[in-house]
């Protein structure tokens, strides 16, 4: 019998409460040259993240203790690790919503092994595809149009015609941060590392910088663009 090669290809994170089932997906994943890395319940699964830094986390959705959406959430709030979604329920509402939050892509369970291991190829072929992001001057999301270089941040009020909004410096940072990457969610720490690097605030105070940042969106008759992640952050939801 030929001796196993040890595999030296990317490390793929397995987050699976059934041994049985992560046995299975590290056997396939392994014998595709896949190195792999498994944790039993959402806890131990982001410790593992946080440690083997992976290059896709397979991510069960119905885990004991802290469940797979929020594992996802709090990985989503830092990075952008690829992160394919796996569910024992053929339920739209868990593939919508992990999606929502951020999953590249979701198996089913009963699944094919092969079928998981081209899903994790193609994932990961397509976020080496994605070419740097260059630097934008100008950032359009939905109603907002954000000119970086001039520092003026304009919405559409409910005339549909633009109107400055008078930010502060802060502000301005905040609110030019999340439009880069909309949809994502921001940690607070992020945000204050982002946009008040010469700064030692708390938590409290971007709170703050935010809350009147959404007031001022409001009264140019842009509602609630900037949603709340309880626990988590912030982000920018422009809409469809």
Not at 129 to 138: E, L
Not at 177 to 193: D, G, N, W
Request: overall charge negative.
């Amino acid at each position: 019998m030929n001796a196993t090669l040890t595999p030296t290809g990317p490390l793929v994170l397995v987050v699976e409460d059934e041994p049985a089932i992560a046995d299975i997906l590290v056997a396939y994943l392994r014998r595709e040259g896949f190195r792999t890395h498994c944790a039993g319940d959402g806890q131990a699964g982001l410790a593992a993240f946080a440690q083997e830094k992976p290059a896709l986390m397979l991510l069960d959705i119905h885990l004991p203790g802290m469940d797979g959406i929020d594992v996802l959430k709090h990985v989503r709030a830092e990075d952008d690790t690829p992160v394919i979604m796996v569910t024992a329920l053929a339920d739209d509402v868990d593939k919508l919503l992990a999606l929502r939050m951020g999953a590249d892509d979701y198996v089913v369970k009963p699944y094919s092994p092969p079928e998981v291991v081209a899903r994790v190829k193609a994932v990961l072929r397509r976020s080496a595809a994605k070419a740097p992001a260059k630097p934008q001057s100008v950032l359009k999301v939905g109603r907002l149009e954000i000119d970086q270089e001039a520092h003026i941040a304009r919405a559409l009020n409910s005339d549909g015609r633009p109107e400055t909004l008078p930010l502060t410096l802060t502000e301005f940072r905040l609110l030019a941060c999340l439009a880069a990457q909309p949809r994502r969610c921001f940690s607070r720490s992020h945000l204050i590392e982002t946009c008040l690097p010469e700064s030692d605030a708390l938590d409290r105070v971007i709170d703050s910088h935010l809350s009147k940042l959404r007031r001022k969106l409001q009264l140019a008759g842009n509602g609630e663009l900037i949603e709340t992640v309880r626990g988590i952050g912030y982000r920018l939801w422009p809409g469809e």
